[in-house]
């Protein structure tokens, strides 16, 4: 007993149940947790308030997951299985697909912004396989290992700081049912003013007035994703 409890999560769901079990499941659960993340966000998520909504007992989700912690590992692993990269690809192609996939599934799913660390960075066999189709298509460039991982972890650190943002803005604009960037903006125009009468800030100035694309988040995201992958292959000739 001691060691089942101390299995990864992955490790348990591998073994072959000992025998057949009732309509609840790995698969069930998380879709049935993921819908309740989309819909009313993370701090919705609680093993009761799963139990109610999977209509079992209480006690009953706590056969494949030992708490809250499993559970997000679930679902992040649940919405990774959506991200797969087409075959044969060169590296920057590769590369730029995983970072728009994984900004479409971000945008799908405004949870992955706001996961715990742990959650963050929780080794899931599907995000494992987003990582090896990663690394697989940066391998037979003649770079080394170290290399290849930091060139990754690049995009992928790119990507999830461009949501941390995107989410955030998105998520004031709901909290405050504001109609949108424009709107978001005239709250805040009267301390943004007051920074600006200040002087100090006179490129930023220009930008308010001139800037066309405030609310272009693709396009913003678009832009600094090719500077990074421009980077790369510049720094490192490939």
């Known amino acids: 007993m001691a060691a089942e409890k101390n299995a990864f999560l992955w490790e348990r769901l591998e073994r072959p149940s000992p025998a057949p079990r009732q309509t609840l499941s790995p698969q069930r659960i998380a879709t049935t947790a993921v819908a309740i993340a989309d819909a009313e966000g993370l701090e919705a998520i609680t093993m009761r308030r799963l139990a109610t909504d999977l209509g079992v007992a209480p006690m009953a989700p706590y056969r ?24 044969g690809l060169g590296w920057r192609p590769s590369l730029r697909t995983l970072a728009v996939l994984t900004r479409e599934l971000m945008l799908r799913h405004r949870w992955l912004a706001q996961l715990p660390p742990q959650a963050k960075l929780s080794l899931t066999p ?8 990663a690394l697989a298509a940066l391998d037979g460039l003649g770079l080394d290992a170290d290399t290849m991982m930091s060139v990754f972890r690049a995009v992928d650190a790119y990507v999830h700081g461009a949501m941390s943002h995107e989410s955030a803005v998105s998520t004031l604009v709901s909290e405050q049912s504001l109609s949108g960037g424009a709107e978001l903006r005239d709250d805040l125009a009267p301390l943004m003013m007051w920074h600006m009468r200040t002087g100090r ?38």
């Open 64 to 87: 494949h997951v030992s708490g809250k912690d499993d559970l997000l590992e679930l679902m992040v692993d649940h919405v990774y299985a959506d991200l797969r990269l087409p075959s």
């Open 126 to 133: 599907n995000r494992m396989t987003v990582a090896e189709q």
């Open 201 to 238: 800030y006179p490129t930023f100035q220009d930008y308010l007035r001139t800037a066309t694309r405030k609310d272009d988040a693709a396009w913003q995201f678009d832009l600094g994703l090719d500077c990074l992958l421009d980077g790369i292959a510049t720094r490192l000739g490939i």
